[in-house]
């Protein structure tokens, strides 16, 4: 079996330079394959040494462990991406569809504390209703209770996270905006895919270092790398809360 055949997975990383002109010993972090997923590195991040290039990494705050910094770029990435892509800006009121997930809670947090929305709503199921408050989110909608068609007051921005665009889209009020990160991202919907940028990680640094934007991180993390089968089945189920992190990778 060839060495293209034998894969390793993993997009997001947070470790310490070993070798690379004279920046050895640099913490750092950040999603390493930069086309979304097309062409997918055949060494990812789910071993105990990978590659990348510098253009997709930046130094970690130093406020933050590992374990929180890996559950970070590729989905605070896509989260500010969104936001860019739908030029979302102060003063703009958003609805987060699955606020609760990995993209999710960080479009809330962004959105409020970078942007400055003059209103953010999520949706979640019941039981983390607290979570979107907590994350900065002022109205929580139960959507086990509510959906978002129906809902009487509309939005200039709806980002989908979840692959209901056309939900997304009849909460959205004339002349504004959704965005789905799930195909098929129907039109008028803004379907993207990100291209990952440690720019974006450095841009965003002053506001995880002062705490005003931070990763949510799933009970289950970290994950023991003995028990990552399940930590995938996990995912699969939709359950997840936030970030699952595997952690340590064995040596």
């Not at 060839?2 to 920046?23: L, N």
């Not at 990100?194 to 965003?204: C, R, V, W």
């Amino acid at each position: 079996m060839g060495w293209r055949e034998k894969t390793v997975p993993g997009f997001d990383v947070a470790g310490v330079v070993v070798r690379v002109g004279s920046e050895v010993g640099d913490e750092v972090y950040g999603d390493i394959n930069e086309e979304g997923v097309t062409n997918l590195k055949a060494l990812g991040t789910l071993s105990e040494y990978t590659i990348a290039e510098e253009r997709l990494l930046a130094h970690k705050p130093p406020n933050l462990s590992f374990v929180e910094a890996a559950a970070i770029p590729a989905a605070i990435e896509t989260a500010y991406e969104g936001l860019e892509t739908a030029q979302f800006s102060a003063g703009k009121s958003i609805l987060v569809v699955g606020g609760a997930g990995g993209v999710g809670h960080f479009v809330i947090q962004l959105a409020k504390h970078v942007y400055g929305a003059s209103k953010t709503a999520a949706t979640s199921s019941t039981g983390k209703l607290e979570i979107l408050r907590n994350l900065g989110a002022d109205w929580a909608i139960d959507y086990t209770k509510e959906n978002i068609e129906d809902l009487t007051e509309k939005f200039d921005l709806v980002y989908d996270t979840t692959g209901q665009p056309d939900k997304a889209l009849k909460a959205v009020k004339e002349g504004g905006k959704a965005v789905a990160i799930i195909p098929p991202g129907l039109p008028p919907a803004i379907f993207f895919v990100l291209t990952s940028k440690g720019s974006i990680l450095d841009k965003l640094r002053p506001y995880l270092e002062s705490g005003q934007v931070k990763p949510l991180l799933d009970p289950l993390t970290p994950v023991p790398f003995s028990q990552l089968i399940e930590a995938y089945s996990y995912l699969e189920t939709s359950r997840a809360t936030g970030k699952v992190v595997v952690y340590p990778i064995p040596n």
